[in-house]
């Protein structure tokens, strides 16, 4: 859990982002951040290209009547932007979209945006990350080379995330589940899921699919509208 309280809503997204099959809890992320419109970060898909992914963000939150702003940090010197932390410092609805975890951690670990995430987030803002970005959001972090853990950001501590969980290859989603430290719950997310905590801490499965806690004792599969509890 954080350091400190937050006041903000928490949505993290097996994978599938920006579809229709995502459209219901976006469209409840919408409205809990009071706001139409949101700031679009694409940079996990820097050299996967971010214009399209750009592209499909503002179609999809064009049919749920918001606009979409985007916040064209790719790499770490656009991170360290004055003017782009205050632009995220001040956003309602912030989204990170998926793509390299580890590129997207090298842009964001220890910058002015990051501590301006932060600071939207404690002051009440919504953080949709999904993929790469609900990976790196939480502490530890599932390695994508192989399934192992290392250091995320913590947003979220004492929580891992694999996302794509129902399509994940076993082998990987395995050596996750084995080497999960004694201090730390992994939730795997399927895609076009979500995983929410909502301002008073409260989580639970919103989206087309599930999510799997695995802690200290048997996995427990968790589908919209059935209770969630993540405390240790």
């Not at 097996?14 to 992320?29: K, P, Q």
């Not at 002015?112 to 502490?139: K, N």
Request: hydrophobic share 45%; with cysteine; aromatic share 6%.
């Amino acid at each position: 859990m954080p350091t400190k309280r937050s006041t903000g809503t928490l949505a993290l997204v097996g994978g599938g982002e920006f579809c229709d099959e995502c459209a219901s809890f976006d469209a409840e992320l919408l409205a809990a951040s009071g706001s139409t419109e949101v700031v679009v970060l694409p940079t996990a898909a820097a050299y996967e290209h971010a214009d399209r992914v750009v592209e499909r963000a503002a179609k999809h939150f064009a049919g749920l009547g918001a606009t979409v702003r985007p916040l064209g940090v790719l790499h770490r010197p656009e991170a360290e932007d004055a003017a782009n932390a205050e632009i995220l410092r001040a956003a309602t609805f912030v989204y990170f979209a998926d793509g390299s975890p580890l590129h997207l951690r090298s842009v964001l670990k220890g910058s002015p945006l990051y501590d301006a995430l932060r600071a939207a987030y404690e002051r009440g803002a919504v953080v949709a990350a999904s993929g790469a970005g609900a990976t790196l959001l939480c502490d530890p972090m599932v390695d994508p080379r192989g399934g192992a853990y290392t250091v995320g950001l913590g947003l979220v501590a004492n929580l891992a995330v694999f996302p794509y969980h129902g399509t994940a290859a076993d082998h990987l989603r395995q050596r996750s589940v084995e080497l999960l430290p004694r201090t730390a719950l992994l939730v795997g997310i399927d895609e076009h899921t979500a995983l929410i905590r909502d301002a008073e801490r409260s989580w639970r499965v919103s989206g087309a699919g599930a999510v799997t806690v695995y802690g200290d004792g048997a996995p427990e599969v968790v589908r919209a509208g059935e209770p969630l509890t993540l405390d240790r």
